[in-house]
């Protein structure tokens, strides 16, 4: 199957600028030792790269491209534009970003070019050029990196002028954009583009800076600030392309990050690449949903670009990495597709607000760590896998859409409750599947959905033009479909579809929404399910009218009780349930277990089990990963009894454990 490099890339971020040329020395020594084979560099040079507006100096580059050639490695090269020199903004101070409280910035931090500065553009066009022109031929030269984690938003009068532009391509007349964002409320009508204001603080932006007086405007605005940053992706990656037609050009994305429209942005991209950088308490089936989005993205494996060995400065707490766990981390993101396992950083900076962030060479500077002896061994292990699981896919029977314009629009939207966070929804349903191990794939609204048996589209809010027909069309035809409460309500726009919620829904749910209450957080009601069962209630409750679909579950409690909870509408050859209310995880597994099993769906491994477990196809290979998350001491599951741990080489045994942080490959040949 095809993949974009040779090996499994094992490396990470390196900055030998920041260090004297003995050290370098050292780090080729110590890195060969652990098996690195791969080094990001120039990530942050752009000031050491040009000095000033007349003047380049690319002697020491040379040398580190030299160094890392001369040893053999996959360069990934970064063109240095994701923070600008200080020559650059005190000259031209329109480079600089205006921020949500529409405040102008002087120089400091990064990731603080204004994206639609044509200045800034000029400059980071010509500093990519004179990059491409020098080392897109080099052969170790790999991959291209563009900037570094796009993202913010910028409110200067730049922006605003692009903006007009661009809404103006969009709507064309200006009636049509006074109807698109409903602007007969607050007596919001413009007459002429130049009226239309940014919605930061200053304008319709409230002061949380989540939420809006005109979603319309503020969503708008975000596809907007993502397309700019895209454009400005665009430009540099078209620069390298200029000089190298076929090596690999990404740039790295940092999971469900709200800012920008991801799935927009892959199709410009020849390989995803993203960085993880969970907290101690984030849920590995959170960390598991990230890498399926990540992969989903454009449906292929994806990288690793960055993840810490071993602990993080910029989380309120950063605690290490538990012995093993980095390990344990890096399998789970191949187990989900990727086909690197990169760090931030390869040797701890010795100053500035990262000094304290996990490297794999700590600051003693030596080998002599347990951090290294972690790296070593999962280098020596990558190296014996070799190519085995490279190109390799994960299938999977459920689909679950995420969709950008569904994340600005219902965090947006002020009601029916603060509680309602697109991410968490979209992880409550995910969740099911990680615990059952049944493969997702995270797919976008307009995804190819007949490869799906099962489709879930949690608080599916913004219906845009198509998508009822779309949906309509998989359920006639045998899909599975599992909505929720706070969907089907609005269109592209964020206006209301009139004439009964799920609007566009109503006919596929056969169910008429009436009202939503709104819970208190200390309050909570029940779905009672036909077998006594009942689930714990919260947020929100939708007061549902059969339309045609069966009762599933009914509320328990309130004014409501007796009302349908949970419903399922037969339509054509599939069925839509709907889910009524945040129901508790045994709530949700209730209703998932009917929908899988109407979709034929099988978990991987027959028995119930709290082992994580992915399947990634090879040419004539499954590889099988298995991973012990938990505290607790796991049994194999006896299907793979017989078939060879690829970490190990030997077979698994009957009995065999896994303890916390445990993994096994195990291969099996396809039938
Ligand atoms: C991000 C950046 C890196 C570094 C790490 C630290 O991912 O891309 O430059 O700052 O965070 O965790
Ligand atoms: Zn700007």
Sequence with gaps: MPHKFGRILYGGDYNPNQWPKEIWKEDM????????????????????????????????????????????????????????????????????????????????????????????????????????????????????????????DCYCENCEKAFRVWLRNKYKSIETLNEAWNMEFWGHTVYEWDEIVLPNMLGDGM??????????????????????MLNNYKMERDIVRRYNSDVVITTNLMGAYKNLDYFKWAKEMDIVSWDNYPSLDTPWSYVAMNHDL?????????????????????????????????????????????????????????????????????????????????????????????????????????????????????????????????????HRYYKYFYDNNIGVSMIPWDGEFAKYKVIVAPVLYMVKKSMKEALEEYVKNGGILITTYMSGLVNESDNVYLGGYPGPLRNLTGVWVEEIDALLPQDQNEAIFADGYRSKCTIVCDLIHLEGADCMATYGRDFY???????????????????????????IAKVMEMAVSDGGVKPLVANATKLEITCRKAADWDFYFV?????????????????????????VQAGDVMKKYDVKIVKVKRQ
């Design 29 to 152: 020594r110590i890195f060969k030792d652990a098996r690195i084979n791969s080094a990001s560099i120039n990530i942050f040079s752009w000031a050491k790269i040009q000095p000033s507006e007349e003047e380049y100096d690319f002697s020491q580059l040379d040398e580190i491209v030299e160094m890392l050639s001369a040893e053999n490695y996959d360069i990934v090269m970064a063109t240095s534009t994701a923070a600008m020199p200080a020559w650059m903004v005190k000259k031209y101070p329109e480079v600089a970003r205006v921020d949500y409280q529409g405040r102008k910035h002087k120089f400091g931090q990064r990731h603080n070019a204004c994206p639609n500065s044509t200045v800034f553009q000029k400059y980071a066009s010509a500093l990519v050029e004179q990059l491409a022109k020098r080392y897109a031929d080099n052969k170790h030269v790999t991959c291209w990196h563009i900037s570094n984690e796009y993202g913010g």
């Design 294 to 426: 990540m992969r989903g993205l454009k449906s292929e494996p994806f990288m690793l670009m960055e993840q810490t060995p071993s602990q993080q400065n910029w989380q309120p707490y950063n605690s290490l990495k538990r012995p093993g766990q980095m390990r344990a981390q890096s399998y789970q993101t191949i187990a989900h597709g990727a086909d690197t396992v990169q760090f931030f950083q390869l040797r701890r900076s010795v100053g500035g607000c990262e000094k304290f962030h996990g490297a794999v060479i700590a600051h003693v500077g030596t080998e002599d760590t347990r951090v290294f002896r972690e790296v070593k061994q999962l280098g020596e292990e990558l190296a014996s896998l070799g190519t085995s699981t490279l190109g390799s896919v994960n299938e999977t029977p459920v689909g679950m859409i995420f969709d950008w314009d569904n994340y600005w629009s219902f965090e947006y939207t002020s009601g029916p409750s603060v509680a309602l966070e697109y991410v968490d929804q979209i």
């Design 561 to 587: 009780a007796g009302m349908p909870a949970v419903t399922k509408n037969q339509y054509g050859a599939g069925c839509t349930y709907y889910i009524g209310s945040c129901m508790d995880q045994e709530g």
């Design 627 to 651: 991973m012990n998350f938990t505290d607790e001491v796991l049994e194999v599951p006896s299907e793979f009894v017989g078939n060879e741990d690829v970490l190990t080489g030997q077979p």
């Design 207 to 228: 002061e949380d800076g989540i939420n809006t007086a005109f979603a319309g405007l503020s969503i708008d605005y975000r596809r907007f600030n993502s397309d700019s």
